[in-house]
Every structure is written in structure tokens, then in C-alpha cells.
């Protein structure tokens, strides 16, 4: 979004706000002094994350993790003498991940890279043995289901085979001018030639698996490389009885090469899950009561599901327990707030926004008193960019809450005003879309889209506390300083640019959550 002249200056005086004089005066401040103190010397992130991400695992939506992390959730701020609940806001498909096991049998034999996706369906204790084919390229979707019998009794690889197994980085770093471009150029024309030939067979991603199923495949193999040295990404199936496998790309070129040229490798493949049936689901609310104006309230936000290739650590187990830090500081520094601070650790973020967008629908009342939400979900680095979302004068409280950060903790951090309302990507869109005043806590990158984002690499190890300890910092100060403003923050709306068709920008539609999900 292009600023305004005005908050273009706004963004200038809020970037000199941070200045050495205004740290001085916090440093005065008992509250944010003994906040700093504590995370710096006894932060007890490194503990939740390992008990999270170790201990309990991915959290999927509808699995028993998902509902061991919300008890966990529970039974830790009750040891930190906050009181918190599981609200229950809908129902989901109950299932447990099993062991995968998917091997080479021949032309030799090899350990393959891989795992079920999410709700796969399983091998039912036994391993599945069979060829592998790929889909054809072929004229037209009669052609194709002339061929769909051909499928029977075999696992269909369904990705297309990566010219690459190295990212862009790497070629950049190593390669000619010419062969880098010449790689892309190639790149480019497979990537089309493979979507010209799936759309060929009159399906699509989605559908396509279940007409393999339905033909009498006995599973499905495939590839969503993420263009990093290991990262695949995994999702959910969409077969309702065969297994849907995701296998590296290393492994997978392997498989495709053996059999376009006619090899027919055999694989093996016994993937183990269960179905829980119908299971519900629910968003962990955490409170510090306020003293002076209880029925107002401050949030902090950040979504509790995964999905299950990795164990989720950074979307969104380092938002998480960068607000949980928060909360414990919170209640050891400030423990009669003047507002009312709540913590929403929303369930089925991945599928939706479903957790918080319940909340907004079942909590009016707090929606309409909100003084501030701060949600935090895009990987593991330090807090670098805060927008205003839209609202006029945002630029004002959020300015003043900001000037009261000691420089250190706001390093490199910059500000947009007004900028734009979310319409998705994360929880503060549901509030947004509600007219409240929800705002993103934004972080560095850390290659967070290629390597951990949704990934099998989205693991503990990947978490840079340094960076999320800043960031639980910054979290409780501007919670502190939201609570404690003597007034109530305006929602007050910017006219919003003109669209590509001409036409005046309109804010994000409120949406309802989907309360039963996974069952079709």
C-alpha cells in the first residue's frame, strides 16, 4: 500500500519516537524494567517449547495431541495462577497419525523419505506392495479414461518430477549465469507441460486422487517439494480408502525416473493411522482479571493447531509460546491490570481461521470492547513490521504504546499507518473483519516460507529464542501499555484506496468459522 503524505511523517515521527531519551524514562518504569529482567534471566520459553513441540507433538486439528495441548495449556497457567478454559466451538474428523514405512522392494532395496499426509487413510496394519505408473500425458479426458483402468492395483504418482533438487539459492551461489537461467527457463516449461497434462484428464488436484481411488489404484504417491534442501510440504489427503503418501524429492525423482524408463520399481508402503469418529474441538482462553475497567479488554493471540509433518514450532508453536511467556510476565509484573487481558489460543487456524473466527461469533461482547489484539504466527523471527491495519488512528495508541519500548527491543522494527485490513492469513483478520482492532506482530524471515512453513522440517530446532524472546517481550509491554492507556482506542475506519477495477476499496467481510469440518 502506498502511505499518505501524512502517514508517511506519522511513520518518520514514530521511527524518531524511539529514541534515547524515551528509553531512558522506561527504564524507570518497575513494570517493563522487571518484565525485561525476568525474560532475559529466568525466561521459561525454552521449557514450553520443549514441552509442546517435543513432548506433545503436532497438534492437527481433531487429533488426541490438538486436545493433550489444550489440558497442557491449562494445566501451565494454572501453575502460573492464571485462571483459563477450554471453550468448545465445534466438531472435527478424530484422527491419530500412525508409523509410515515406504520402501523400495525392487529393482533393489531402499528406505524411501516420506510420510501419509494428514487423514490419510490407512494400510490397516499391513504393507502394500506394488508398481508404480505415472499419469500419462495424454490428448483429452476420454483419452484419459480409457487409461484410468490401467491405474488398477498400482500406486499413481501424481507431482511432477523436479528438474532441480537444489533451491535458487544455491544455483545463484554456485552456477553460471547461463546454466541458472537456463534451469529456470526449463523449470518453467515442465511446470506448465505438468498442469496442461493433469488438467487434461479433466480433474484437478483435488478430485483427481479420488477418481484414481475409485478406479481401483491402491495408493497414491507424490511430491510438494518446497523448494529447499529437504522441505517438503505435507496437507491433508483426500482419499477416503487408500493411503496418500508424500515422499521426498529425492526419493520421489528416483521413483519417477525407474519408471519412465520402464524399470516398474515396486514400492511398499504400510501407513497406520486411526479414526476417532466425530471429536470436538475448542479454543484455550486465559485471563488476568482487569481491575479498574474489567469489561474492557486487551488480547493476545496466536493459533494452537498445526499441521503434522513436523511438530509445528514455528507456525505456530513460536507464537505460542511467545504468548504464554507473555501472559506469566504479565501476572508476575502486573497482576491487577487495569483492563481485563485475555490470551486466545485458537484451534483450526490451518483450516480457516475457524478457532477465532468462532470467538468473534460467540463473544460480541468482547469484540465490541476491545481495546487491542496482538497475534503473532509467521515463524520464529523478531518482531519487524506492525501495520495499522486500516484504522485511522491507529498511528496514535499504537505510536504511544511503541514509544514506551525500550530502542533494543524494537530493533529494526518499522510501522505502516494506516495501512490495509487484513482480509486472512492469520487470527487478527477475524477481528479486523469485525471492526475491532486487531494487529499483526510481523517477523523476519528466517526462510520461514520455504523450510518450516507447513513443512516435515517445521521443527524445535528450527526455533531462534534470542528472536522470540525479544518478541514475548515486546507482547507483554504492549499489553501493559494497552491496558494501562487512559483511552479507549479508536476503530475508526481510512477510506481505503481504489481496487484494480476503479473501484473504492471495501473492508474484509466478517465470516462465519465451519463448527463441523472434515467430514465430507
Not at 492437527?60 to 468448545?88: C, F, R, T
Not at 482419499?239 to 508424500?246: G, L, N, Q
Not at 530493533?411 to 485490513?421: V, Y
Request: proline residues 5%.
Amino acid at each position: 500500500m502506498k502511505k499518505t503524505t501524512r502517514s508517511l511523517m506519522v511513520g518518520l515521527m514514530l521511527s524518531g519516537s524511539f529514541s534515547f531519551a524515551q528509553t531512558k524514562e522506561t527504564s524507570k518504569d518497575p513494570v517493563i524494567a522487571n518484565i525485561i529482567k525476568e525474560a532475559t534471566e529466568n525466561s521459561q520459553l525454552e521449557k514450553i517449547a520443549h514441552e509442546l513441540m517435543d513432548g506433545i507433538g503436532p497438534r492437527l486439528v481433531g487429533s488426541p495431541q490438538m486436545k493433550e495441548a489444550h489440558d497442557w495449556a491449562i494445566d501451565k497457567y494454572k501453575s502460573w495462577g492464571i485462571s483459563a478454559k477450554n471453550e468448545k466451538w465445534g466438531e472435527w474428523r478424530g484422527w491419530e497419525r500412525g508409523v509410515s514405512h515406504i520402501d523400495m522392494v525392487s529393482p533393489h532395496v531402499k528406505s524411501l523419505e516420506g510420510t501419509q499426509l494428514a487423514w490419510s487413510p490407512s494400510t490397516k496394519g499391513q504393507s502394500v506392495v506394488a508398481e508404480t505408473i505415472i499419469i500419462p500425458d495424454l490428448v483429452d479426458s476420454l483419452a484419459f479414461q480409457k487409461w484410468l483402468p490401467s491405474v488398477k492395483g498400482k500406486f499413481v504418482m501424481i507431482s511432477m518430477n523436479q528438474p532441480t533438487g537444489r533451491p535458487d539459492y544455491n544455483w545463484e551461489e554456485f552456477g553460471t549465469k547461463e546454466s541458472f537461467e537456463k534451469m529456470k527457463a526449463d523449470r518453467t516449461a515442465q511446470t506448465e507441460a505438468w498442469t496442461k497434462r493433469i488438467s487434461k484428464t479433466g480433474y484437478n488436484t483435488r478430485t483427481l486422487p479420488v477418481a484414481l481411488e475409485k478406479a481401483g489404484a491402491v495408493g497414491i504417491v507424490m511430491c510438494y517439494w518446497s523448494r529447499g534442501f529437504g522441505a517438503n510440504k505435507i496437507f491433508g489427503a483426500n482419499t477416503k480408502t487408500i493411503p496418500t503418501v508424500d515422499i521426498s524429492l529425492e526419493d520421489y525423482g528416483l521413483l519417477y525416473r525407474l519408471t519412465e524408463s520402464g524399470i516398474k520399481p515396486k514400492i511398499s508402503v504400510r501407513a497406520d493411522s486411526k479414526e476417532l469418529g466425530v471429536v470436538p474441538t475448542f479454543n484455550t482462553i486465559a485471563e488476568i482479571k482487569g481491575s479498574e475497567k474489567p469489561n474492557e479488554y486487551v488480547m493476545l493471540s496466536a493459533h494452537f493447531d498445526s499441521w503434522d509433518g513436523g511438530t509445528g514450532a514455528t507456525d505456530n508453536g513460536t507464537g505460542t509460546i511467545v504468548m504464554m511467556e507473555a501472559m506469566r510476565l504479565l501476572k508476575k509484573f502486573y497482576p491487577n491490570p487495569k483492563r481485563t487481558i485475555l490470551v486466545g489460543h485458537w484451534g483450526s487456524e490451518e483450516q480457516g481461521l475457524n478457532g477465532s473466527r468462532a470467538f468473534v461469533e460467540d463473544h460480541p461482547e468482547i469484540v465490541s470492547n476491545l481495546q487491542a489484539l496482538f497475534n503473532q504466527d509467521n515463524g520464529t523471527g523478531r518482531v519487524v513490521n506492525i501495520t495499522g491495519q486500516g484504522y485511522l488512528h491507529a498511528y496514535d495508541y499504537l505510536g504511544r504504546w511503541l514509544s514506551k519500548v525500550p530502542a533494543e527491543y524494537k530493533k529494526g522494527l518499522e510501522t505502516r499507518f494506516p495501512g490495509a485490513p487484513g482480509g486472512g492469513g492469520s487470527d487478527f483478520a477475524s477481528f479486523v473483519a469485525a471492526g475491532a482492532p486487531g494487529f499483526s506482530l510481523s517477523s523476519l524471515n528466517w526462510s520461514y516460507g520455504t523450510y518450516t512453513w507447513h513443512t516435515n522440517r517445521d521443527t524445535y530446532d528450527k526455533i531462534v529464542f534470542d528472536d522470540v524472546r525479544n518478541n514475548a517481550i515486546l507482547a507483554a509491554i504492549l499489553a501493559y501499555q494497552a491496558s494501562e492507556d487512559p483511552a479507549k482506542t479508536s476503530t475508526e475506519k481510512s477510506i481505503l484506496p481504489l481496487n484494480e477495477k476503479g473501484e473504492p476499496g471495501s473492508w474484509p467481510t466478517k465470516r462465519s468459522p465451519t463448527r463441523k469440518g472434515g467430514l465430507d
